[in-house]
C-alpha cells in the first residue's frame, strides 16, 4: 500500500503553461507539505498544511498556489511556468508538527 | 530560512568499510532525523531521535542526538552496494515548528 502518492511522475511543459501536481496519504495525517528540490538536493520547504488550513507560506511565488480539498489531499497548482520552476517536487506527511515526515516519490517538472 | 550543516558533503567508500556522518546546528533542535534518498525516490526516514544524548540503531545504522542538542550523527556499518544514496538530516526546534533540512550527504560505495 502506497502511503504518500504523487502524480505525475514526470512533467514536461512549456514556459507559460499552467500544471499541477496531486499528492494524497493514506496514513491519516493531519499534516502535508510540498518541497522542492533542486539540482543540487537541496530540500526546501513550500508550504506546509495543518487539517486543510494553510500553516507556513515560505517565500514561494504566488504563481505556486496548494489547495487542500480534505486532510488526505494537497495539490499544487502552478500558474506561468518559468524554467527556473524546473525541479524534483515532493509532498510529505506528518501525523503533526514536529513528527516523521514521510516522503512521496515526487514529480520531477522540467519547463522548456 | 535556516539549513543545517552537514559533513561530508560526498564519501567514496570501499564496501565493508565503515560510515560516518554528521549534521550541525548554530541553535538548539529538540528532534533530528535521518532520511536516505535514493536516485529517483523520495526520502525514506532511518530514524528518529528525540531525546539529548540518545542513540538508535537501525539495522548497520545507527544515529546519535548529540548533548549539545546542536548536532546529529549517523553511522554505518560494513557498508554495502544497496547503501549508495543521499543522506539528510532534518531537525525541528520546537513542538509544532517544521523541520529544517541538512544539506546532504552523497554516499558511494565501491564493489
Known amino acids: 500500500d502506497t502511503a504518500v502518492s504523487q502524480t505525475p511522475k514526470y512533467l514536461v511543459t512549456q514556459m507559460g503553461n499552467d500544471k499541477s501536481i496531486k499528492c494524497e496519504q493514506n496514513?491519516?495525517?493531519?499534516?502535508m507539505y510540498w518541497y522542492k528540490q533542486d539540482s543540487k538536493k537541496f530540500l526546501k520547504i513550500m508550504f506546509s498544511?495543518?487539517?486543510?488550513?494553510?500553516?507556513i507560506n515560505e517565500t514561494v511565488p504566488n504563481r505556486f498556489s496548494p489547495k487542500s480539498p480534505d486532510k488526505a489531499h494537497l495539490n499544487l497548482h502552478i500558474n506561468s511556468l518559468e524554467l527556473g520552476d524546473s525541479a524534483v517536487y515532493f509532498c510529505a506527511s506528518s501525523r503533526d508538527f514536529s513528527y516523521e515526515q514521510y516522503f512521496g516519490p515526487g514529480t520531477r517538472l522540467t519547463v522548456t | 530560512g535556516q539549513q543545517l550543516n552537514q559533513s561530508p558533503q560526498s564519501m567514496f567508500i570501499q564496501e565493508g568499510e565503515d560510515v560516518s556522518m554528521n549534521c550541525t546546528s548554530s541553535?538548539?533542535?529538540?528532534?533530528w532525523l535521518w532520511y536516505k534518498q535514493d536516485p529517483g525516490e523520495g526520502p525514506v526516514l532511518l530514524i528518529a531521535l528525540y531525546k539529548a544524548g540518545e542513540l538508535t540503531s537501525n539495522g548497520r545504522l545507527t544515529a546519535q542526538f548529540g548533548i549539545t542538542r546542536k548536532d546529529s550523527f549517523l553511522n554505518i556499518s560494513a557498508s554495502i552496494p544497496s547503501d549508495v544514496g543521499i543522506y539528510f538530516c532534518a531537525g525541528s526546534p520546537n513542538t509544532g515548528n517544521q523541520f529544517y533540512f541538512g544539506t546532504g550527504t552523497s554516499l558511494t560505495v565501491i564493489p
Open positions: 498544511y495543518n487539517n486543510k488550513e494553510l500553516i
Open positions: 541553535s538548539i533542535f529538540n528532534t
Open positions: 496514513l491519516g495525517h493531519d499534516t
